[in-house]
């Protein structure tokens, strides 16, 4: 029987010599691939120990290190769940992830392994183990004893593979659940899109808890059996530094804007570049031009999300890449666009998008409600973003329906930060809106207004919030008014406080 566990088609692309170089750090540590086998071996093993049940979730929020990504593929090799949390997550955003996933296994920091632990074990979790940066923790301490030889549990393509939550527009986050097979054929079409060959090597310089990092550019490198330059964080320096040794780099739209503001950017640097890939929020045309100016060039803008992995890419070669738009649906991928009342609109018009493929995930963990509602009867999801495909076939986003703000690559829900704020004291309510920013593309923005006999600091309130949610979340600023601008139908008119501060940061 054939086995459908995504790490088997990934274990099957290593090299054939294994002691090649898979991973270099930047700390000057080298991973071979034989280092990458009996690692997720040994890790697998230690999961196979626990005798955990049949889909058993496993959580992790860690810092970026080797060992971390290891950890996701044996958590693959083993046939469970693997569940990625943001590092910069806190107590109340912890404690609803592991309420709602219920994980039998939490792998967390050391340093945060006093208040993560209590977490997991008031919600049942049997297993929190440490790991952190410099290679220590009960988890590899446990996992130094397995054996490192591991036959790949069998898994069939609609099998789970990770859980990714997202935020909601209403309410709380929404776990959305990837299997083996969704995640296999993207990155198997994505091999074959960008022209992946032998010799490449990719700069791994992302987050590795969202799909970005974890997906496009881990899969990316391991389908193609390419060693990846493994930056634990993000360093414009060290980036312009590495290009040379390298021929493909992903980032978001931040990371271009402050590899751009490096001197050392230049030409040279990139001579043995193939490929730049941007995705995970807007890249401005300025920077796509800029980009081009200064380095000769193009890069390849994609779009996905946390759902669906990758859904559409601008071409490698033939066609252009045109800047502004996301290019075309990658083979096997349906995509449409609908106006409200559900008809498919032509070329040029613009409405809601809704995509089709092996890709779209299986649905939101426990939400079987909710994921009704995201599917259209025929089976299309709907992203909740605005967009049009151009006469030449290009998707073009143009906006979102979701109430979202994509900060540097991050999403922040304004509906979850308006929760927050509502329930400070003297605060009768909120509105949170995205303005343009520089740096991150852009920024969250806290109107509030006071209740009666009230006087609200906002330096106060922005303290408050920074104490309870994750960093990035945080609003770069905060006002206050006496009434938020309402329609007739009593809702409140985003769209006017965009305007009112859309130049606080340009
Ligand atoms: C950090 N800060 C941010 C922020 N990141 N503020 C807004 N938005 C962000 N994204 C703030 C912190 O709160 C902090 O504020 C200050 O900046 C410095 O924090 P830091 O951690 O030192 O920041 P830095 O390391 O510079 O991080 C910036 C960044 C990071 C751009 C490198 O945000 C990043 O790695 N973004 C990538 C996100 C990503 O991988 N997205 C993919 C999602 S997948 P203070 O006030 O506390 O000092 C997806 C699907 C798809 O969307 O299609 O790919
Ligand atoms: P996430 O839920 O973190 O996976 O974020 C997915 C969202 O990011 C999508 O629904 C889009 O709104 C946005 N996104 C991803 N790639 C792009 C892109 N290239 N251009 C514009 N928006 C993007």
Redo the contacts with the bound molecule.
């Keep these: 029987m054939k086995n459908h566990n995504l790490f088997a088609a990934l274990r099957a692309a290593f090299p054939q010599d294994l002691d090649s170089v898979a991973v270099e750090t930047d700390n000057g540590l080298a991973y071979s691939w034989r280092d990458l086998e009996r690692g997720t071996a040994m890790l697998a093993n230690l999961l196979k120990s626990l005798q955990l049940p049949e889909g058993a979730r496993v959580a992790v929020q860690v810092e970026k290190s080797v060992e971390a990504m290891m950890l996701y593929l044996a958590t693959l090799r083993a046939g469970y769940v693997f569940l990625p949390l943001n590092t910069a997550y806190q107590s109340a955003e912890i404690e609803y992830f592991i309420g709602n996933a219920e994980p039998a296994v939490v792998v967390c920091s050391g340093k945060n392994f006093g208040w993560v632990s209590k977490i997991a074990f008031k919600a049942g979790t049997q297993n929190v183990f440490t790991l952190d940066e410099d290679r220590t923790g009960s988890l590899l301490d446990r996992a130094a004893h397995c054996s490192d030889k591991h036959e790949v549990v069998q898994r069939q393509p609609d099998d789970l593979a990770a859980i990714l939550y997202t935020s909601g527009t209403t309410g709380r986050s929404k776990g959305a659940m990837l299997s083996h097979g969704n995640m296999l054929s993207n990155a198997l079409v994505l091999k074959d899109y960008w022209g992946w060959q032998a010799g490449d090597v990719l700069i791994h310089a992302?987050?590795i808890f969202?799909?970005?990092?974890l997906f496009?550019a881990i899969h990316g490198a391991l389908i193609n059996g390419s060693k990846m330059i493994w930056l634990s964080?993000?360093d414009p320096k060290l980036v312009v530094r590495k290009l040379p040794e390298a021929t493909v780099f992903m980032g978001?739209p931040?990371?271009y804007v402050r590899l751009l503001a490096e001197p050392g950017l230049t030409r040279e640097a990139c001579r043995n570049m193939r490929l730049f890939v941007a995705?995970?929020?807007p890249l401005l045309i300025e920077t796509f031009t800029e980009w081009q100016n200064r380095t000769g060039h193009t890069i390849l803008e994609r779009?996905?999300?946390?759902e669906t992995a990758?859904l559409t890419s601008n071409p490698y070669a033939g066609d252009e890449r045109r800047g502004g738009t996301v290019g075309f649906p990658l083979p096997g991928v349906s995509l449409r666009v609908r106006d409200e009342g559900g008809q498919v609109l032509p070329a040029g018009e613009i409405g809601g998008i809704e995509v089709q493929g092996p890709n779209v995930f299986q649905g939101y963990w426990r939400m079987p409600e909710k994921t009704k509602e995201e599917f259209t009867a025929d089976g299309f999801f709907k992203t909740g973003d605005v967009g049009k495909i151009d006469e030449r076939g290009y998707v073009v986003i143009v906006g979102r329906s979701k109430d979202l703000i994509i900060?540097?690559?991050?999403?922040v829900y304004p509906a979850e930060i308006e929760a927050y704020i509502n329930d400070l004291p003297g605060v009768a309510e909120s509105a949170v809106v995205g303005v343009p920013h520089p740096d991150?593309g852009e920024?969250g923005v806290a109107i509030v207004v006071a209740r009666p006999g009230s006087i609200l600091d906002t330096e106060q309130i922005l303290a408050e919030l920074?104490a309870r949610l994750a960093?990035?979340k945080?609003p770069k600023r905060c006002f206050s008014i006496s009434d938020l601008p309402r329609n007739t139908m009593g809702k409140v008119q985003k769209n006017i406080l965009r305007e009112q501060h859309k130049a606080l940061f340009t």
């Design positions: 992302l987050p969202h799909v970005h990092g496009v964080r993000f978001v931040t990371l995705g995970s929020a779009y996905g999300m946390s990758m900060s540097g690559g991050y999403n991150f920024v920074k960093n990035f945080i």
